[in-house]
Protein backbone atom coordinates (compact mmCIF):
# COMPACT_ATOMS: atom_id res chain seq x y z
CA UNK A 1 0.00 0.00 0.00
CA UNK A 2 2.15 2.83 1.28
CA UNK A 3 5.67 1.09 0.93
CA UNK A 4 6.81 0.86 -2.14
CA UNK A 5 9.37 -2.83 -2.39
CA UNK A 6 11.14 -4.25 -5.17
CA UNK A 7 10.27 -7.76 -5.85
CA UNK A 8 13.53 -9.27 -6.36
CA UNK A 9 12.21 -13.02 -6.93
CA UNK A 10 12.51 -16.37 -5.18
CA UNK A 11 15.62 -18.43 -4.51
CA UNK A 12 14.59 -21.68 -4.72
CA UNK A 13 16.19 -25.03 -3.00
CA UNK A 14 17.14 -25.98 -6.89
CA UNK A 15 19.42 -23.17 -6.87
CA UNK A 16 21.51 -24.36 -3.87
CA UNK A 17 24.77 -25.63 -3.79
CA UNK A 18 23.97 -28.07 -0.67
CA UNK A 19 26.09 -31.10 -0.47
CA UNK A 20 29.94 -30.52 1.43
CA UNK A 21 31.27 -32.22 -1.30
CA UNK A 22 30.32 -30.39 -4.06
CA UNK A 23 31.41 -26.52 -1.91
CA UNK A 24 34.79 -28.42 -1.43
CA UNK A 25 34.96 -29.04 -5.33
CA UNK A 26 34.59 -25.22 -5.46
CA UNK A 27 36.97 -24.17 -3.48
CA UNK A 28 39.92 -26.60 -4.89
CA UNK A 29 38.74 -26.71 -8.37
CA UNK A 30 36.98 -23.24 -8.78
CA UNK A 31 38.11 -20.52 -10.99
CA UNK A 32 38.52 -17.26 -8.10
CA UNK A 33 37.35 -13.49 -8.44
CA UNK A 34 37.89 -11.59 -5.35
CA UNK A 35 36.62 -7.84 -4.65
CA UNK A 36 37.44 -6.04 -0.88
CA UNK A 37 35.49 -7.85 1.38
CA UNK A 38 34.55 -10.65 -0.81
CA UNK A 39 35.26 -13.69 -2.86
CA UNK A 40 33.64 -15.64 -5.57
CA UNK A 41 34.36 -19.30 -6.40
CA UNK A 42 32.80 -20.62 -9.36
CA UNK A 43 32.65 -23.37 -12.02
CA UNK A 44 30.74 -24.64 -14.86
CA UNK A 45 28.01 -27.07 -14.33
CA UNK A 46 25.63 -28.59 -16.64
CA UNK A 47 22.24 -27.39 -16.27
CA UNK A 48 20.34 -24.73 -17.22
CA UNK A 49 20.41 -23.17 -13.45
CA UNK A 50 22.93 -21.51 -11.57
CA UNK A 51 23.61 -22.77 -7.83
CA UNK A 52 25.01 -20.77 -5.03
CA UNK A 53 26.04 -21.18 -1.61
CA UNK A 54 26.75 -18.14 0.97
CA UNK A 55 29.70 -18.72 3.54
CA UNK A 56 31.72 -17.10 6.12
CA UNK A 57 35.42 -17.93 7.46
CA UNK A 58 35.91 -18.65 10.58
CA UNK A 59 35.77 -16.64 13.79
CA UNK A 60 32.57 -14.41 11.98
CA UNK A 61 31.14 -12.55 14.77
CA UNK A 62 28.25 -14.29 16.49
CA UNK A 63 25.44 -16.21 15.52
CA UNK A 64 23.55 -12.74 14.88
CA UNK A 65 26.26 -11.19 12.77
CA UNK A 66 26.77 -14.25 10.61
CA UNK A 67 23.32 -14.48 9.71
CA UNK A 68 22.48 -11.07 8.78
CA UNK A 69 25.45 -11.29 6.43
CA UNK A 70 24.17 -14.79 4.61
CA UNK A 71 20.78 -12.90 4.69
CA UNK A 72 21.96 -9.73 2.70
CA UNK A 73 24.24 -12.21 0.48
CA UNK A 74 20.86 -13.79 -0.61
CA UNK A 75 18.64 -11.26 -0.81
CA UNK A 76 21.60 -9.07 -3.12
CA UNK A 77 22.26 -12.34 -4.98
CA UNK A 78 18.39 -12.17 -5.84
CA UNK A 79 18.34 -8.67 -6.72
CA UNK A 80 20.63 -9.72 -9.61
CA UNK A 81 20.31 -12.84 -10.36
CA UNK A 82 17.98 -12.09 -13.37
CA UNK A 83 21.01 -10.44 -15.26
CA UNK A 84 23.16 -13.77 -14.73
CA UNK A 85 24.26 -16.04 -17.75
CA UNK A 86 23.08 -19.48 -16.36
CA UNK A 87 25.13 -22.69 -16.02
CA UNK A 88 27.74 -22.28 -12.85
CA UNK A 89 28.11 -23.37 -9.28
CA UNK A 90 29.07 -20.55 -7.18
CA UNK A 91 29.90 -20.11 -3.49
CA UNK A 92 30.70 -16.62 -2.22
CA UNK A 93 32.38 -16.43 0.75
CA UNK A 94 32.13 -12.94 2.46
CA UNK A 95 34.51 -11.18 4.91
CA UNK A 96 33.71 -9.21 8.05
CA UNK A 97 33.69 -5.65 7.71
CA UNK A 98 31.11 -3.60 6.11
CA UNK A 99 27.58 -5.20 6.05
CA UNK A 100 25.11 -3.41 3.97
CA UNK A 101 22.62 -3.87 1.37
CA UNK A 102 24.63 -1.81 -1.51
CA UNK A 103 27.66 -2.56 -0.13
CA UNK A 104 26.64 -6.44 -0.78
CA UNK A 105 25.07 -5.84 -4.20
CA UNK A 106 28.64 -3.65 -5.21
CA UNK A 107 30.07 -6.44 -4.38
CA UNK A 108 28.26 -9.22 -5.89
CA UNK A 109 28.22 -7.03 -8.95
CA UNK A 110 31.91 -6.38 -9.30
CA UNK A 111 32.49 -10.18 -8.59
CA UNK A 112 29.97 -11.20 -11.78
CA UNK A 113 31.82 -8.33 -14.01
CA UNK A 114 35.48 -9.89 -13.15
CA UNK A 115 34.45 -13.72 -13.44
CA UNK A 116 32.51 -12.92 -16.81
CA UNK A 117 29.02 -14.47 -15.68
CA UNK A 118 26.91 -11.06 -15.94
CA UNK A 119 25.21 -10.13 -19.19
CA UNK A 120 24.80 -6.86 -18.86
Known amino acids: MGT ?3 RTGTFTRQERVKK ?3 IQNLFKKGKRVSVHGAKLFYLPNDANINRIAFTLPRGYG ?3 ERNY ?3 LSREAYRYFKAFLNTGYDMVLLVYPGNDSFLT ?3 QIRNLCLKAGIISV
Open 4 to 6: DLI
Open 104 to 106: RCA
Open 62 to 64: NAV
Open 20 to 22: YSD
Open 69 to 71: SKR
